[in-house]
């Protein structure tokens, strides 16, 4: 493993911006997140976009690459293994692919690890989400089966989501996006998936491990009994994180021309897109006269202009200084890593890592604790190591 840079954070933090659009703005940088030291190593590079990775309990790294592959890396190794027997229908034009990856909370008894990803289906050119579950057999999947799937009618092949948590309540969490012809906000917009409590795009789904639906979901506006859908009015929800302080989860989520959104997942709420946003339309035309709506939950959190992020890991180690308990998510547009400081519930200030060298796709607190980056263009990952 390659070290390719040391830095004293506390220097590069004493001049962090912090973002005018916070809900409640810090006066001063002093709200910024302040580790110590970091040294920046290299753990594997030369790949494709890596979406997804999660981490075995023996430490062993499991990512996905968009294009369709899976790989599974030994802790201290440089050489990945491909893992085979993925299902044929993964579909990868525009921002589909082979999505997230995630390990089940009680592997070692059970061996279950999930997957979303875009799926093709026969005599349409439309994609759906699918969200699988497989066993390892050496570096083979086995017992591959789909526990949910959207229907088949993302013609714009964009916004999918989609993240995969996992929760105190034993429940499996995961992310859809909206789908659709477009993405165009509005209340006269031609895509409302994200309204349609009916439809699988643009929502947070709850479901048991196996992809049941738990009898204390909520009953949505026109349902007249639970379904998976937890929470709706999601554009393109590409973070999900469990706050492990509060047990709550978090999400993140795309805006259009601004308006990138931490949001605090809550029972039966509605996010809101298409009908309101704090960005504009890609054309520049107004979504709504404001932001906020009865009825519909704000987010705690915006940026504009928008970062793209994607990725969300929660810090709980106290050798990261005062970036413990803070929020870190990737900026895929921004090209850093942004570290959110939290408060009663508020994002009090921001931290910029990593600035200039990439898209960051994803970000994972391993089990040693450090910080895992996954960059574009090579698709490679980096360690984020406090030092002593």
């Excluded at 479901?207 to 009015?233: E, H």
Aim: glycine share 12%; charged share 15%.
């Amino acid at each position: 493993m390659k070290t390719h840079n040391l830095f004293a954070l506390g220097a590069l933090l004493a001049g962090a911006s912090l973002l005018s659009s916070c809900t409640k703005p810090a006066d001063t940088d002093d709200a910024a997140p302040r580790p110590t030291e970091l040294q920046v190593s290299t753990v594997l590079t030369g790949y494709e976009i890596i979406w997804g990775m999660d981490f075995l309990p023996n430490n062993e790294l499991i990512f996905t690459e968009k294009r369709g592959k899976l790989y599974r890396l030994p802790s201290g190794a440089t050489t990945a293994t491909e893992i085979t027997g993925l299902p044929t229908t993964i579909y990868t034009d525009n921002q589909g692919g082979l999505l997230d990856v995630r390990v089940h909370p009680q592997y070692a008894s059970n061996g279950w690890i999930y997957a979303s990803h875009a799926a093709s289906t026969a005599g349409t050119q439309a994609g759906r989400l699918n969200l699988i579950r497989f066993k390892l057999t050496n570096n083979q999947i086995s017992n591959l089966e789909t526990i949910f799937q959207t229907d088949a009618s993302n013609t714009w092949r964009g916004h999918y989501g989609s993240r995969i948590e996992f929760g105190p309540d034993n429940m499996l969490y995961l992310s859809v996006g909206e789908g659709g012809p477009r993405s165009q906000g509005g209340a006269n917009s031609p895509n409302q998936n994200a309204q349609n409590t009916q439809l699988g795009w643009g929502k947070i789904h709850r479901m048991t491990d196996s992809g049941q639906v738990p009898s204390d979901n909520p009953i949505l506006p026109g349902n007249t009994a639970p379904t998976t859908i937890y929470a709706y009015g999601n554009r393109n929800p590409q973070g999900l994180a469990i706050n492990p302080a509060t047990n709550q989860l978090w999400s993140t989520e795309h805006g259009p021309q601004g308006g990138d959104e931490v949001n605090i997942i809550q029972k039966g709420a509605n996010y809101g897109w298409p009908l309101v946003s704090n960005g504009i339309n890609y054309d520049g035309t107004t979504i709504s006269q404001s932001p906020t709506r009865d009825g519909i939950q704000a987010p705690i959190h915006t940026w504009t202009p928008s970062i793209g992020t994607s990725g969300l890991a929660f810090i709980t180690n106290e050798r990261f200084g005062s970036a413990n308990g803070g929020l870190a998510t990737g900026a895929l547009a921004g090209n850093y890593l942004s570290i959110l400081s939290i408060s009663n519930n508020q994002i009090t200030g921001e931290a910029k890592l990593l600035e200039g060298q990439g898209r960051i796709r994803n970000v994972k607190q391993g089990p040693d604790g450090n910080l895992y980056v996954s960059l574009e263009n090579p698709g490679r990952i980096l360690r984020l190591s406090p030092v002593q």
